[in-house]
Each structure stands twice: as C-alpha cells, then as structure tokens.
C-alpha cells in the first residue's frame, strides 16, 4: 500500500514543523544560558538570537508554503519578495509576480503597491507565468498549467503538453525589484533566511564560549 500525495504533504509538514521549533526554542533559550555574563555580551546573544529564529522563520516559513502548510494565509498577506524573476505587466500596468520558493503568485499595482497574493501548487519548484488573451493569469509548472483570474480564483487546471518544450516556450518575464522594507529581506528567500540563521548561529556560539569563564567563576548557589 502506497502513500498519496496528500500524505506526504503531511508528512513532510509535520516535520518542517517540528525542526523550526526545535531551532527557534534553541535560539530563543540560548541568552539565558549565559545570565551571569557582561551585559554587552548578553546583548550580543539577543541579537545573535533574533537573526537565527528570524532567519529560521524564513527557511522553513518556505518550505511549509511550498508544501501547502501555509494555504490558510488570507489574500491580503504580502509575502517578502525583495528581488523577482519572471514579472509580466498587464495592459493597465499592474505586476504579476512569481514566487517559486513558497510557491505563490502576488499582484501589485504599476507603483508597486500589493493588491493580493494566493498560493500555487508547485511544490517550490520553479514557474512561469504569462497573460492569456483574456486577461487570465496562467501559471505554468514543469508539468501543469493552471489559469487564474487577477483576484486569484482558480478557473482550471490541466496537464501541460509536451511539458518540455511548451515550459520552455513560455517567455521568462522581466526581472524587478519589489520595495520591501529592509527588516523583511530575511524572509525574501531561502537563502537570504539561511545565511541569517547561520550567522545567528555563529553568534550565539561565539557569546557561549566568550561567557564560559563568566559561568565558571560565579557557580549557580546551591543550597
């Protein structure tokens, strides 16, 4: 007997889950490790703290969109994007932009201001997406074609014919910077959040060794 789709999709959400929890609940409880430090180095643990669980937030917060984890998000949220590849504009100037990481496709106006966002079923593979004649939003994966209006209501969705050649056929879009505040460029992509977890980490295990001494010369009190 064999597992569906649907099931390793839950499996697969289960445990991004659980490994983000684990590596916030780490970053979170590090700084109280080292109480009995300066208070310049237990500043620099927060700090360390903040940039691995933001950082962790944004890795996994991918992973889970991809595998439709995060579908309950509603139209109004705008996931940070920072730089897109991909980008078409539609006659009355308003931008489609393609998101392959979480798998999502977000609408902005010509000045750049978010109109609504939804999820695509592509697994955070890469997509493409291009205006049919109608005005309709088609979304193409390596092996599916899916049609959407501009508010994000999906119309159909079909097998994409000679996958291959009809992806490649699909003009790839031009590539945009979408303003985002700089404190979300962490959560723009994979690894962008990566390299902030990692650097949060780097940190936190630097105060734990310069806060060794500290902890070893003023022993918790036992009674």
């Known amino acids: 007997m064999t597992s569906g789709p649907a099931t390793e999709s839950f499996v697969g959400i289960a445990f991004l889950f659980l490994a983000c929890g684990v590596w916030i609940l780490f970053a979170i409880g590090a700084p109280f490790t080292i109480r009995r430090a300066p208070l310049w180095l237990r500043l620099v643990s927060v700090v360390a703290s903040v940039l691995m669980a933001s950082g962790t937030i944004g890795f996994f917060g991918s992973g889970l969109s991809a595998l439709g984890g995060l579908s309950w998000l509603p139209p109004s949220f705008e996931w940070p994007v920072e730089y897109a590849n991909g980008v078409v504009t539609t006659a009355d100037g308003l931008r489609v932009v393609p998101l392959d990481a979480p798998g999502r496709v977000q609408v902005y106006d010509a000045d750049w201001h978010f109109l609504r966002g939804w999820k ?104």
């Open 120 to 223: 695509v079923d592509t697994g955070g593979k890469s997509f493409k997406v291009q205006l049919s004649p109608d005005g309709q939003t088609e979304v193409f994966g390596s092996r599916t074609r899916w049609v959407y209006t501009l508010q994000g209501e999906l119309l159909r969705s079909e097998p994409l014919r000679d996958s291959a050649n009809a992806y490649n056929a699909i003009p790839n879009g031009e590539s945009c910077v979408v303003p985002t505040p700089i404190w979300l460029w962490v959560f723009a992509g994979p690894f962008a959040s990566w390299a902030t977890a990692v650097a949060g980490l780097l940190l936190l295990v630097l105060t734990q060794r310069l806060a060794k001494p500290y902890n070893l010369a003023n022993p918790p009190a036992h009674l």
